[in-house]
Each structure stands twice: as structure tokens, then as C-alpha cells.
């Protein structure tokens, strides 16, 4: 069985940052992809920033310039600096990965339980 475990979110006033961390644990022989992804109240998951296992990256236009996305491979852990935050980064914000249980097995995708991040005054 494998897990990811999102922590770092709270409330932060504009401008503030935060750190996401996204942890995998299990029985894992790779990972893939990595991602984040988020849900604002109301609307759809959309992807935030993902990193390959090469660390190749990609962000949604809106988090350009922002955000950072990256890995610790040894660690199975992926992070999420967030900086400048705006009020409508507010959402929960869900990791999720493509896991390898065996080196014969077929990716899996996997998605942890969300961290909700809130940017208020």
C-alpha cells in the first residue's frame, strides 16, 4: 500500500509564503511524476506545477514565477515553495505521483488527502 502525506498549509496573510511537502511511503520501487494539483471552493482540480523524475517541470500559467515545484528522489518527497501568495491561491492543495510497487508492475496513480492553504488579511 502507498501513501502520500501533504503538509505545510495554513493560513498566510498576501504576499506571504509557504512550503508544501508531499511525502510517499510504501512498499515503492519508483516514482515517476510527481504533481500538485488544487481545488478552490466551486471549481475544478486543476493542476498546479509538476516535476518529472528527471526534474524536468511545468506550472499553470497562473503560479509562473511564484511557484517552485521539486523532488528529493531519495526521499520519495516532493515540495511546493509557494511565494507572492494572492487570495486566490486559496484552495486545498493535493499531491500526486505515478508509483511503481514493482519493477515489473505498471504505474499506478496515487493521490494524498489535500492541505488546505488559505491567503487572507
Known amino acids: 500500500q502507498v501513501q502520500l502525506v501533504e503538509s505545510g498549509g495554513g493560513l498566510v496573510q498576501p504576499g506571504g509564503s509557504l512550503r508544501l511537502s508531499c511525502a510517499a511511503s510504501g512498499s515503492i520501487f519508483s516514482i515517476n511524476s510527481m504533481g500538485w494539483y488544487r481545488q478552490a471552493p466551486g471549481k475544478e482540480r486543476e493542476l498546479v506545477a509538476g516535476?518529472?523524475?528527471?526534474?524536468?517541470?511545468n506550472y499553470a500559467d497562473s503560479v509562473k514565477g511564484r511557484f517552485t515545484i521539486s523532488r528529493d528522489n531519495a526521499k520519495n518527497t516532493a515540495y511546493l515553495q509557494m511565494n507572492s501568495l494572492k487570495p486566490e491561491d486559496t484552495a486545498v492543495y493535493y499531491c500526486?505521483?505515478?508509483?511503481?510497487?514493482?519493477?515489473?508492475?505498471?504505474?499506478?496513480?496515487?493521490w494524498g488527502q489535500g492541505t488546505l492553504v488559505t491567503v487572507s488579511s
Open positions: 500526486n505521483a505515478d508509483v511503481r510497487l514493482r519493477a515489473w508492475s505498471r504505474y499506478l496513480e496515487v
Open positions: 516535476i518529472t523524475s528527471g526534474g524536468s517541470t
